[in-house]
Structures are given as C-alpha cells and as structure tokens.
C-alpha cells in the first residue's frame, strides 16, 4: 500500500513538473475565410526552447495551440485565408506556460503605437500584462516626438529646392538617432529597476539585431545577465560579442574576404562603402539608383564601393540581369547564399559599412545624404 502512495506522489509530481513547461492557447477570429492559424517568432533559436513555428487549422473561427516552452516567448498570430490568399499578422505578444486565450479581430486596436499588424487580445499571460502595462507605457510621451518626426518626413516632397531638400533630411536624420538614443535610454531605465524582467532578454536581442552594437545594449545585457536562464544568457552574450565586432571603431571582420576577391581595394583608396544586397532586394536596388550620382562624384577622389551580393545558385541569373540592366560602375562581389554575411550575421538589407583606408569601421547604415555630406567634408 505504501509503495503505491509513494508511487501516486511521485506521478503527481512529475505531472505538476511537466506541466510548468507547457503552454495551451485557445483562440478565436472573426476573418471571414479564417482557414488556418500560425504561431510564429523572430529572435536568436535559443530563446525557443522545444516550441517551433506551428500552424493549426481554425474551426468555427476557433482554434488552439498547445506546446513547451522553457521561457516565455514573443510571438506573432497570423490568420491565413485561403479562399482569398491574404494572410493577416498581428501585433507581438508574449506567452507563458499555462492556459492563455487570445482573440485577434479585425476591429482590436493596437497596443503598440509604432508596430505593425492588427492588435490582439490576450489573457492569462503575466509577461504580456506586464510588457503592456507597465514597458509600453513608458514609450508614450517619445512616441508623440516620433509622430511628429513622421510628419516632418512625410512633408519632404513639398520641398522643391534639392540644397533646402538636403539639408532638411540630414536634420531629420539627426532627429531620428536622437529619438533613438531616448527609447534606448527607456530600455536601460527598465533594466535597472527590473532586472529580473523576462521581457527584456527580447528587446535586447530585437535592438541589436536591428540597430547593430551599442555601449548602452552592453549595459542592459550587465543588468540582466545574472537573471537569465543559462542557455538564454550563453546565447545572448555571444550574440553581444557578434555585434560588437562590426561595430563602429572595429576593423570590419570580412576585410580578408574583400581583399582575396579584390586586390588592393583598401591600399587605393581613402574610404570604401560596403553595400550587402541581392537581387531581390527592391528597396537595396533603389538605394544603388541614388547611390550613383555620389559615386561618380568621388570616385576619382579615393572613394570605392564594395556591393556583396548574398544570391543564391537559383537567383544566379537574376543577379546577372539585375547588373546588365542597371550598368552598376562600383566594384561586385558574389557572397554565394550569404555565407560570408551570415558570419557577421547580416539579416536586413541594404546594410552598408563605410571604412577607412585600414579597414576600421566609421559608420554603420549610413544615409546617402549623410554619407554625401561626409565625402564633401573629407575627401
């Protein structure tokens, strides 16, 4: 009798133990033709733990989730409608381990001013109620300033006169790494009062994936570090030390690259734009169009381009018709699929590095009006 209590015990315990990692989501839609539902992320693979991308088919506007998670997870729904191919994506939300119920209709508002989707609702979350309670929050009176910076940029095609034109958008972009630095600032706040905060583990991965390494992205990552999980806080420091290696002051880690496909492209010239595109790549293409009168302007001054193309052996003809069509002068590389960039992790195109004549790094994503002002005044 006693080894069947016993055994009783232990069985409960496991199923109370089983069940801290697991998560069950029930939901519900009001697309018209809600065929399918997807749970998807976007950050490094160890924040994942055993939950993948998943996709469920939506009944009667209702469908359900269920999996594992060892910590709680940023995630975005989208609603997929098969009879009139759209696909609807929603805001980001968090999920915990437990029950939760969401609910994703077309009239839900958006809890995040400047994010994109359609807004959700969801209950039985801890870490939403807190990134929605008290984080978003504290992005109000910035996001105000970021409307207004907006508005500015959406005025510039009244400006006819191209001097006045330019030096309105090297003012805006002033503005905008100002507005930058203050939802930084935000983030590293948060970072000191609430360290233990499972939520900001994912904003400092979203912040160095998008905006490259940042001293003060070096101090949250301080701040949290003793609270993360292990794999959590081995992932996120690595992911640190990638970005900081082709942060402003660095050398540019694929110098080598560079110079075994073109010789003495550093020893020629007194300062080199490297431009990561493929073909694809409609906004990296338009950026190439204004990218040209600035070439011919400098190149005879000591100033080169360095485009790498990321194409793969199935887009091979686009690359070459997209470089016959366009009679590009700057100097080409073929990174084949990416795999030179997926060492320095470049993920969004254009990315564009502008380097001295050693190689070391000046400036990050530059913009072509800045990087004009910036030759005239040094070359």
Same mark, same amino acid.
């Given at each position: 009798?006693?080894? $069947?209590?016993?055994?009783?015990?232990?069985?409960?315990? *496991?199923?109370?133990?089983? *069940? &801290?990692?697991?998560?069950?989501?029930?939901?519900?839609?009001?697309?018209?033709?809600?065929?399918?539902?997807?749970?998807?992320?976007?950050?490094?693979?160890?924040?994942?733990?055993?939950?993948?991308?998943?996709?469920?088919?939506?009944?009667?506007?209702?469908?359900?989730?269920?999996?594992?998670?060892?910590?709680?997870?940023?995630?975005?729904?989208?609603?997929?409608?098969?009879?009139?191919?759209?696909?609807?994506?929603?805001?980001?939300?968090?999920?915990?381990?437990?029950?939760?119920?969401?609910?994703?209709?077309?009239?839900?508002?958006?809890?995040?001013?400047?994010?994109?989707?359609?807004?959700?609702?969801?209950?039985?979350?801890?870490?939403?109620?807190?990134?929605?309670?008290?984080?978003?929050?504290?992005?109000?009176?910035?996001?105000?300033?970021?409307?207004?910076?907006?508005?500015?940029?959406?005025?510039?095609?009244?400006?006819?006169?191209?001097?006045?034109?330019?030096?309105?958008?090297?003012?805006?972009?002033?503005?905008?790494?100002?507005?930058?630095?203050?939802?930084?600032?935000?983030?590293?706040?948060?970072?000191?009062? $609430?360290?233990?905060?499972?939520?900001?583990?994912?904003?400092?991965?979203?912040?160095?994936?998008?905006?490259?390494?940042?001293?003060?992205? &070096?101090?949250?990552?301080?701040?949290?570090?003793? $609270?993360?999980?292990?794999?959590?806080?081995?992932?996120?420091?690595?992911?640190?030390?990638?970005?900081?290696?082709? *942060?402003?002051?660095?050398?540019?880690?694929?110098?080598?690259?560079?110079?075994?496909?073109?010789?003495?492209?550093?020893?020629?010239?007194?300062?080199?734009?490297?431009?990561?595109?493929?073909?694809?790549?409609?906004?990296?293409?338009?950026?190439?169009?204004?990218?040209?009168?600035?070439?011919?302007?400098?190149?005879?001054?000591?100033?080169?381009?360095?485009?790498?193309?990321?194409?793969?052996?199935?887009?091979?003809?686009? $690359?070459?018709?997209?470089?016959?069509?366009?009679?590009?002068?700057?100097?080409?590389?073929?990174?084949?699929?990416?795999?030179?960039?997926?060492?320095?992790?470049?993920?969004?195109?254009?990315?564009?590095?502008?380097?001295? *004549?050693?190689?070391?790094?000046?400036?990050?994503?530059?913009?072509?009006?800045?990087?004009?002002?910036?030759?005239?005044?040094?070359?």
């Amino acid at each position: 009798m006693r080894y $069947y209590l016993i055994l009783g015990c232990y069985f409960l315990y *496991a199923v109370r133990l089983s *069940a &801290q990692d697991t998560f069950h989501i029930i939901g519900s839609t009001n697309f018209v033709n809600a065929k399918k539902a997807i749970l998807q992320h976007d950050a490094l693979e160890c924040f994942f733990g055993e939950q993948k991308t998943d996709t469920v088919p939506i009944i009667n506007n209702n469908f359900t989730f269920k999996g594992k998670i060892k910590y709680p997870l940023q995630c975005r729904l989208s609603i997929i409608d098969d009879v009139e191919n759209k696909h609807y994506m929603s805001e980001p939300f968090f999920i915990d381990t437990g029950v939760q119920k969401i609910s994703m209709n077309i009239e839900n508002k958006l809890n995040s001013t400047f994010d994109f989707g359609y807004g959700i609702l969801l209950y039985g979350s801890v870490t939403h109620d807190e990134y929605i309670e008290k984080y978003l929050t504290l992005y109000n009176a910035v996001n105000q300033e970021t409307k207004i910076f907006f508005s500015k940029l959406d005025n510039l095609d009244t400006i006819k006169n191209e001097i006045i034109k330019n030096k309105v958008l090297i003012e805006l972009e002033n503005e905008r790494e100002r507005l930058r630095g203050v939802r930084d600032s935000i983030l590293f706040s948060y970072a000191l009062k $609430y360290p233990n905060s499972n939520i900001l583990s994912w904003f400092l991965n979203e912040s160095l994936r998008r905006y490259g390494y940042k001293e003060i992205y &070096q101090n949250v990552f301080d701040e949290i570090t003793n $609270y993360l999980p292990d794999n959590i806080n081995k992932c996120l420091d690595n992911y640190v030390i990638i970005q900081k290696n082709k *942060a402003v002051g660095n050398k540019f880690p694929l110098v080598g690259f560079i110079d075994r496909n073109i010789s003495k492209c550093f020893q020629k010239n007194k300062f080199v734009l490297v431009d990561f595109w493929f073909s694809g790549c409609g906004p990296c293409i338009a950026q190439f169009k204004k990218l040209k009168p600035i070439y011919e302007k400098y190149k005879d001054k000591k100033f080169e381009i360095i485009a790498i193309s990321t194409d793969t052996q199935e887009t091979l003809s686009e $690359y070459r018709e997209v470089l016959k069509l366009n009679n590009y002068l700057w100097k080409q590389i073929l990174d084949m699929g990416g795999k030179e960039a997926s060492l320095i992790d470049i993920q969004k195109y254009p990315t564009n590095f502008l380097l001295d *004549a050693s190689g070391k790094i000046i400036k990050v994503d530059i913009n072509l009006n800045m990087l004009d002002s910036f030759l005239e005044e040094n070359l």
